[in-house]
């Protein structure tokens, strides 16, 4: 894998929930992204935990983990040029009502915290949320 290329993405349980997932991977894939690796799935509550052991002791945490586990999630690896930043500008900000128009949270998230999607915010986390949910041989 190339530094700056590719980034890790999460729909997340409300968006599945919703129906919007192909909605989502529509919008990816319209922004020039090649889905690399794609898989449906569920974390357990122990999975969630460590995917954001980062945010231990914040006071969000307990609540985050619960949510990641609620359902199922579609989990991505995604390609192009300048990936994590180009992402991170296409889901928008964590807050749907202070994304911009046209982004994945404007259009897709709930509140805060059921924001749709996930997106990796720099090329080693990128590397190391992929190779949580995916062995190399699952990557195309």
Known sequence: MTTGNRTFTMVKPDAVAAGNTGNILAMIE???YKIVALKLTQLSE???GEFYAVHKERPFYGELVSFMSSGPIVAAILEKDNAVLDFRTLIGATDP???EEGTIRKRYAKSLGENAVHGSDS???AAIE????FAVTDMI
Do not use: L, P, V
Not at 130 to 133: C, I, P, T, V, Y
């Open 97 to 99: 009502s202070k994304a």
């Open 130 to 133: 992929s190779a949580f949910h």
């Open 123 to 125: 090329d080693e986390n």
């Open 30 to 32: 319209q922004a020039g």
């Open 46 to 48: 122990a999975k969630a």
